[in-house]
């Protein structure tokens, strides 16, 4: 077992030439490495499956327009295991890139607790599903393609900064989408400084399935399609740019606004809202 293991080197030798299958060569690296370790790739690989991590370690690329993992075809590209503390940096990771992808690109698992740094993620029915827990996602760019999906499908909770979600070349039905919870108790995302941009159905579309226990907090975003609310505990938008309303579609979900601006007037029908000091929205 070791600490640090670069994945060109022997005995694993991935070549990361953009063409030759380089699957094997960074799973056998993967599982070589000890706890806690660190695995880098210096180049671009394709693989023809997804690289399982299923233990805390570091995966890093040198940068993300330079490094990183390719499918194949229309095939997952990493997975990460449930309760597990994970770091991905530095690259990107691209799925299938075709309206009709089924394969998610990246898929986190229950309870895994993950920092994404600087990363890529295309492509794919939907580029990132995420149950994680108290995760950090950092100046990542995440873009699905497939017509049924969106760019983030979330069942946890986290920390997202800096996030910039956009459609690219596919026309797809949503942006984020916060769906019911896979862990018990009460769910908490927070958004700063995250661009959820492009012509969807909902940029922004939450449902916790009626059990009322996420609640989702957004400073200084973006969102250009409507937001959609089915059930949640509370829904919060401070020094927010609207480019369409809120529609709240289940009962009595509370909605505050608050320093924000529409781009031209908008409406949140909540039952329960509370709007102060903005521009164009009532």
């Known amino acids: ?55 805390p370690i570091s995966f890093r690329g040198l940068h993300r327009t330079s490094t990183g993992l390719f499918s194949f075809g229309d095939e997952k590209v990493l997975t990460i295991a449930d309760n597990i503390a994970v770091e991905v940096s530095n690259m990107g990771l691209y799925g299938f890139q075709d309206a009709n992808a089924t394969a998610n690109v990246c898929e986190v698992g229950i309870n895994a607790d993950v920092t994404f740094r600087d990363l890529n993620i295309w492509g794919g029915l939907w580029a990132l599903k995420y149950q994680g827990s108290d995760s950090t996602i950092d100046n990542c760019f995440i873009s699905g393609a497939g017509a049924a999906g969106g760019c983030v499908y979330s069942q946890g909770s986290g920390w997202w900064k800096r996030v910039k979600c956009d459609k690219g070349a ?82 009595n979900v509370p909605i505050t606004v608050a320093d924000s601006l529409a781009l031209t007037r908008i409406g949140v029908n909540s039952t329960v809202k509370h709007l102060s000091n903005n521009i164009n929205i009532q």
């Open 1 to 55: 077992m070791r600490n640090v293991i670069d994945v060109t080197e022997a005995p694993y030798n991935a070549v990361c030439n953009n063409s030759a299958d380089d699957w094997d060569a960074i799973q056998r690296a993967h599982d070589d490495l000890k706890l806690g370790g660190l695995m880098i790739i210096p180049g671009v690989s394709k693989i023809s499956q997804p690289l399982a991590i299923s233990k």
């Open 170 to 251: 596919f026309a797809q039905q949503f942006c984020f989408m916060q769906g019911s919870p896979v862990m018990p108790g009460t769910i908490e995302q927070s958004f700063v400084q995250c661009d959820f941009s492009g012509d969807y159905q909902s940029s922004f579309y939450v449902d916790d399935g009626g059990a009322r226990v996420v609640s989702c907090v957004l400073s200084q975003c973006v969102t250009s399609s409507q937001i959609i609310v089915g059930t949640a505990l509370w829904l919060a938008f401070g020094q927010h740019r609207f480019g369409a309303g809120i529609n709240v579609v289940g009962p």
